[in-house]
């Protein structure tokens, strides 16, 4: 059973940045939903045994398309938004630490650089979709944009995830409204970097 992940604080406990009634519709019935869906999908296509990452890792092995797309739809949507909603916090750490500001330093140059490459990513996304910061096997770090609910999983990359930026308007629509970049520009102020640091302490082991 696929559950979504708990949150750390109040649905008001991002405001200003993100308001109460975004946090109660966006995980409160989308999240929800994808949740619901995608148990029902895992369950139907024989999978519900194996983890999120598994399943989005290996859709190729599901031939009926119609489920193979579902999963990959309602399981990404699952999975992204368990992602997002864990690294977001009210007293969110603003930079990473460890092995990860080192990563961050060799490959970008600086944490300020990394947030405007994923900020532009995101913004740059036409349509619904994700910028995310992800992991390779050898702790390598990527700068990515996917459309819809998909992730460098579900797209074969072999990586793995560990920051999600979600730009579907309904992360943003009630307060921002048309000003994507506005809300991008805010994210980073509940984005927990102690959160990213240690997903990439565990993927890179
Ligand atoms: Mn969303």
Known sequence: ?????????????????????????????????YTKMFNELAEKAGVADKSAEEILG?????????????????????????????????????APTGKLLDKINETFGSVDEV???????????????????????????????????????????GRTPILALDVWEHAYYLKYKNLRADYVKAFWEVLDWKKVTELYDKAVG
């Open 115 to 157: 947030v405007d490459k994923l900020s532009k990513a995101a913004v740059g996304q036409f349509g619904s979709g994700w910028s995310f910061l992800s992991v390779d096997k050898a702790g390598n770090l990527f700068v990515t944009a996917s459309p819809n609910q998909d992730n460098p999983i579900s797209e074969g990359t």
């Open 58 to 94: 290996s859709l190729d092995s599901i031939a009926d398309e119609t489920l193979r797309k579902g999963l990959r739809n309602q399981g990404g949507g699952y999975y992204n938004h368990n992602l997002y909603f864990s690294t977001l916090a009210p007293d969110a750490a603003k």
């Open 1 to 33: 059973m696929f559950e979504q992940v708990k949150l750390g604080f109040e649905m008001n406990g991002l405001e200003p940045t993100i308001d109460q009634l975004t946090m109660e519709t966006h995980y409160g019935k989308h999240h929800a939903a």
